[in-house]
């Protein structure tokens, strides 16, 4: 028995040594045992009425899976566009506008604001994916693979928001599709045609263009036609109302490069005309207006009409500086500009209306107090250096003031008599200076009348003529008589001139 038993021990110790010898590791009872449930649930799952279904494994799902792995970012050059070679990458842009910022007239130029969309198809970046339709990333991997080099012609200043990072998206579908997008603020220039200022229309536009890639490379076309581009009901501007937004492809050629695709987004503003009607139309009439109440103030009041004239000269100067502070200084004439010269030159003439007029009158009065300093009235044939200016207010009352004198006759051969005419005038105030000057003439030429008279030895004549005299001087307490004498006389006057005068 002893026998048997050794026997089998060497038989096990020898079938261990030449499972070591071949390379082979010896099994744990738990390790078969866990083979065998396993076998024996793929069994199972393989089973027509099993409820197990076995999932091929997502490698997009995969934890220790990279994106340039999957993308299999390495094994392709993407400094090439797709297709290298072959025919033009066709490349879709669709807009949506944000806002439309500022529009300059000094500057003639706008700022909007945009999210701007490309669509494309790279085969490079196809992937397998059952569940997964797309994958998105950030701007990160936009400098890893091939995109299109779009730039805005005419623009003066853009930029891509990075607020809290950078606003650019990258969507990449398994077939190889890409989506672009990125959020811009661009200036851009708009030439305007301002000669119906305030009551122009403008048309601006943005222009999007390949930088490097000909038409022969890259076809870039609106995707949706007009529908491309999408607006905000809300956007609005102060002076403008915008009417319309559409779009537009057209080619661009260089003489050193060649042609290409170049995209329009065209929009029309009309500028509201209510800001212009308060700010400079109304003041501007208004300003015409003041100007012509000068005409109803008397010439005479001076220190009234030069500030007046003055003020408004200077007020239609003002309104016309700020007016062109907020304009280009452009060649041509603007409407605004038509409307606020006229209203100057009906300000100016008004002040030149009231020089001239006030010149011709003083003209006209010093001509006047000539005439009066050199008329005289009829003296009987008598010659004196002065002359008195007559009056053409005599009416019968003043007539019958004066005393009609006589004078016997010479030698009997005719009566002669004398008619003094004393014309009170009633004028009163700022004339009186001048009328008493007037009236010291017609009182030296009466005083010679009456010594005349009693030359001749007609005592009642005299005294007639001298209480004609004394009433004239002594109604009103004022020296504000005419100035105008007649005197009748006969043809005998000459001698009594001759012997008493001569």
């Given at each position: ?27 744990t ?50 400094t ?82 990075d ?36 009551l ?6 943005l ?34 109302l ?15 490069t060649?042609?290409?695709?170049r ?87 008004s ?57 016997s ?70 020296l ?23």
């Amino acid at each position: 028995m002893h026998a048997d038993v050794c026997f089998l021990l060497c038989a096990c110790f020898f079938s261990t040594g030449a499972l070591q010898l071949r390379g082979q590791v010896p099994q744990t009872c738990s390790q078969t045992r866990s083979k065998r449930e396993t076998a024996r649930t793929e069994r199972e799952a393989h089973k027509p009425g099993s409820t197990l279904l076995m999932r091929s494994p997502d490698v997009t799902k995969a934890p220790v899976t990279k994106s340039e792995q999957l993308l299999k970012l390495d094994d392709h050059d993407f400094t090439m566009r797709p297709g290298f070679g072959g025919p033009a990458i066709p490349v879709g842009v669709d807009v949506q506008l944000e806002s439309l910022d500022t529009i300059s007239e000094v500057d003639m130029d706008f700022t909007m604001t945009l999210y701007l969309r490309h669509y494309w198809k790279d085969e490079r970046l196809s992937f397998p994916s059952n569940t997964n339709q797309s994958m998105t990333f950030d701007g990160r991997l936009v400098k890893k693979i091939w995109v299109p080099d779009i730039f805005f012609v005419h623009s003066k200043r853009s930029f891509i928001h990075d607020t809290t990072t950078e606003n650019v998206m990258l969507r990449v579908h398994p077939d190889g599709k890409v989506l672009y997008s990125l959020r811009v603020t661009v200036t851009a220039m708009c030439n305007m045609d301002l000669s119906h200022f305030p009551l122009d229309t403008q048309t601006c536009s943005l222009e999007i263009e390949s930088y490097a890639y000909t038409d022969d490379d890259l076809m870039l076309y609106w995707k949706r036609g007009n529908k491309s581009l999408q607006t905000d009901e809300k956007i609005s501007l102060s002076q403008f109302l915008i009417q319309e937004f559409h779009t537009t492809t057209k080619l661009a050629f260089y003489s050193s490069t060649g042609w290409y695709n170049r995209l329009y987004i065209n929009f029309t503003l009309r500028r509201h005309i209510f800001f212009f009607l308060l700010q400079t139309y109304f003041p501007a009439t208004l300003m015409v207006m003041l100007s012509w109440v000068s005409f109803w103030i008397d010439r005479r009041a001076v220190p009234a009409r030069v500030p007046l004239g003055i003020t408004t000269v200077l007020t239609m100067s003002t309104i016309i500086t700020g007016v062109n502070a907020s304009m280009p200084r452009v060649s041509y004439i603007k409407a605004v500009d038509i409307y606020l010269w006229v209203s100057f030159v009906f300000v100016f003439l008004s002040v030149i209306e009231y020089a001239a007029v006030n010149y011709l009158s003083t003209l006209q009065e010093r001509k006047e107090r000539t005439q009066s300093n050199r008329q005289l009235p009829c003296t009987c044939g008598m010659t004196h250096p002065g002359q008195m200016m007559m009056s053409n207010s005599y009416s019968d009352m003043d007539m019958m003031t004066t005393g009609n004198y006589g004078m016997s006759e010479l030698n009997g051969d005719k009566q002669e008599q004398f008619l003094v005419h004393l014309v009170l005038d009633n004028e009163q105030g700022a004339q009186r200076p001048a009328i008493i000057k007037r009236n010291f003439a017609s009182i030296s030429v009466c005083l010679k009348i009456g010594i005349l008279a009693l030359a001749q030895g007609s005592a009642w004549t005299f005294n007639k003529w001298l209480g004609g005299l004394g009433r004239t001087l002594g109604e009103g307490g004022s020296l504000n008589f005419a100035p105008a004498l007649s005197v009748v006389c006969s043809s005998r006057l000459e001698l009594w001139k001759d012997g008493l005068l001569g």
